[in-house]
């Protein structure tokens, strides 16, 4: 997991200590889902994804035909 999904869990569990319910709610569920996603997406889900879906996932569109390029403009300044 990531430092910087630690910081963020860390300050949202922080928040989650107020005393006011509405923020205890919203930063516990915050801090769980910054974890849920440090740690099933981004260090299982991603991986796996990508070795089963192979070459599929690293694709490049081809080169843009003539009508599709980009057309260089020019400017005439007196």
């Not at 981004?42 to 390029?69: C, D, F, H, I, N």
């Amino acid at each position: 997991m990531g430092s910087t999904a630690d910081i963020l869990a860390l300050a949202f569990a922080s928040l989650a200590a107020a005393p006011v319910t509405e923020l205890k709610v919203f930063a516990s569920a915050l801090a769980i889902g910054i974890l849920l996603d440090a740690t099933v997406v981004r260090a299982l889900l991603m991986p796996a994804l990508l070795g089963v879906l192979g070459e599929k996932t690293w694709w490049r569109p081809g080169r843009p035909g003539r009508s599709q390029g980009l057309r260089a403009t020019t400017t005439n300044s007196l």
